[in-house]
Structures are given as C-alpha cells and as structure tokens.
C-alpha cells in the first residue's frame, strides 16, 4: 500500500515538474528565437483598443516588446508622453505595434460612424431600407456604387450604374442613431452587452446613408431619390467599373 501512495506521488512530483520546465521553455522561446537578432523595444497593443481612447490612456492598453529592428515602424510611437492629447482614430487590435498614423488631435476626431469629407465636395443624406444598402454591411469610410432606377419619357423603365466609389460619410439608423460599425458590433457581441442590441435594426426600418459628391452629382442624387429609386453596392478601391448602360427590359432578357 505505502508502494502505491510513494509512486503515486512520485508521478505526481515528476509531472509537476514536467510542466514547470515546459512553461519555462514556451516563456524563453521568444528569448531564444531573438538571442541573434538586433532588437528595439517597442510598444505593442496587448488588447483591443476602442476608436476615440486618448493616448493619456493607453498604458493599460500597450507593453513594451522587444522585435527585430528591421520590423520596426517607421511612425512606432516610442514615448506616450508625447502624444498625450492625441486620440486613436480607428479601433486597434492585439499585436499591432502602436503607431503615430493611428492617432489624431481630439478635436479633429470625427468618431467612429462619420469620415471626413473630402475638399470640395459636400453631403447629402438618402433615406434607404436595409435591402437597399447591402443588407445593412455600409460603413462610413467605405465607397458604394450608386444605381439609379426611373421612368423614362415614353413611360419605359431604366437602372444604370450611374456614380462609381462614392465615399459614405456618415451611416445612421432611421432614430438618427449612428449604425455601428463592424468592429463595434463584433466587440459588443463578443462581450454580452446587455445593449449590444439596443439599436437593431428592423427589416422594416431605413438607413439614413451621407455620401460626398460635387454638386453637379448631388443635383442628380436629389432627382433620383424624389421621381425614383436608388441602391447602392459595396464597390472598395480595387473593383472593376463598368456599365452596360440604361437597362431596361429589352437589356434584361438578352
């Protein structure tokens, strides 16, 4: 019996240890893997870092890493100190090393539903329902083809691709409430807020969505959302543009 207890806590000590030296060894990998290597400390997000948090509170956010020096970031913010009345500009993410590009003055933080709009151009907002604005996936930053559906003159009904990349400003639920965007919703939904849902929206409700355009466009916008309809499709930087002109039903059906 006392061979059994003895042995038994034999294995018990042996696998103690096992495990001690294996968490050593995981905990000096990164040692090892940078023992021959020229490095520079830098500071590093260790967990996601809200848009709009200033730079004054970003320690409990960031730590110091060592990494290759040929990995560094030319803007790597180096002292906190000295960005202490800047704030983050867009969501951060673990891993990432902390940079200057990523950071704007307080108060010329738009927040995280609304972007600048360009020099020269101005705003206008459409009233669109969820189906009209690709199921609702529209965030402000992004850029949207804008198809325009009408009646022509002698009564025949036409859709064109009409403006290509048009900048989204601002994305609003109907209440006026900015929409979130994908990393607010994946962040609330991630954390069980109780609120995450507190703006949904409804199949039945309609997206407020601004758009930047000079004002010869904007006059056509105005006239397409008052005598027609309008859609809009996710068109990032890198899609092919293209139309086939007015299609009507004679078009459809070749």
């Given at each position: 019996?006392?061979?059994?207890?003895?042995?038994?806590?034999?294995?018990?000590?042996?696998?103690?240890?096992?495990?001690?030296?294996?968490?050593n060894?995981?905990?000096?990998?990164?040692?090892?893997a940078?023992?021959?290597?020229?490095?520079?400390?830098?500071?590093?997000?260790?967990?996601?870092?809200?848009?709009?948090?200033?730079?004054?509170?970003?320690?409990?956010?960031?730590?110091?890493?060592?990494?290759?020096?040929?990995?560094?970031?030319?803007?790597?913010?180096?002292?906190?100190?000295?960005?202490?009345?800047?704030v983050?500009?867009?969501?951060?993410?673990?891993?990432?090393?902390?940079?200057?590009?990523?950071?704007?003055?307080?108060?010329?933080?738009?927040?995280?539903?609304?972007?600048?709009?360009?020099?020269?151009?101005?705003?206008?907002?459409?009233r669109?329902?969820?189906?009209r604005?690709?199921?609702?996936?529209?965030?402000?930053?992004?850029?949207?083809?804008?198809?325009?559906?009408?009646?022509?003159?002698?009564?025949?009904?036409?859709?064109?691709?009409?403006?290509?990349?048009?900048?989204?400003?601002?994305?609003?639920?109907?209440?006026?409430?900015?929409?979130?965007?994908?990393?607010?919703?994946?962040?609330?939904?991630?954390?069980?807020?109780?609120?995450?849902?507190?703006?949904?929206?409804?199949?039945?409700?309609?997206?407020?969505i601004?758009?930047?355009?000079?004002?010869?466009?904007?006059?056509?916008?105005?006239?397409?959302?008052?005598?027609?309809?309008?859609?809009?499709?996710?068109?990032?930087?890198?899609?092919?543009?293209?139309?086939?002109?007015?299609?009507?039903?004679?078009?459809?059906?070749?």
């Open positions: 019996m006392k061979a059994r207890l003895l042995g038994g806590i034999a294995a018990l000590v042996v696998a103690v240890l096992g495990t001690v030296l294996l968490f060894y995981v905990q000096g990998a990164d040692r090892r940078l023992a021959n290597t020229e490095t520079q400390d830098v500071l590093v997000v260790k967990q996601e870092v809200p848009a709009g948090t200033p730079a004054s509170q970003l320690s409990q956010y960031v730590t110091t890493k060592p990494v290759p020096r040929t990995a560094v970031a030319a803007d790597g913010v180096q002292d906190l100190g000295a960005v202490g009345s800047m983050t500009s867009v969501a951060l993410v673990p891993g990432e090393q902390l940079l200057s590009s990523r950071l704007v003055d307080a108060n010329a933080y738009l927040g995280p539903s609304r972007v600048a709009v360009p020099a020269g151009l101005q705003e206008i907002t459409l669109l329902g969820i189906e604005v690709v199921g609702g996936k529209i965030q402000a930053g992004d850029t949207v083809g804008i198809f325009i559906s009408m009646a022509g003159a002698a009564g025949e009904n036409g859709t064109q691709l009409t403006f290509h990349k048009v900048l989204v400003t601002a994305v609003q639920f109907s209440s006026g409430a900015a929409a979130q965007t994908q990393a607010q919703a994946t962040q609330a939904s991630s954390t069980g807020s109780l609120n995450a849902n507190k703006d949904a929206q409804t199949s039945s409700d309609a997206y407020l601004t758009l930047a355009r000079d004002a010869v466009d904007t006059e056509k916008l105005v006239y397409a959302a008052e005598f027609g309809k309008v859609y809009l499709s996710k068109e990032p930087a890198d899609a092919t543009e293209g139309t086939n002109g007015v299609v009507n039903q004679t078009k459809v059906f070749k």
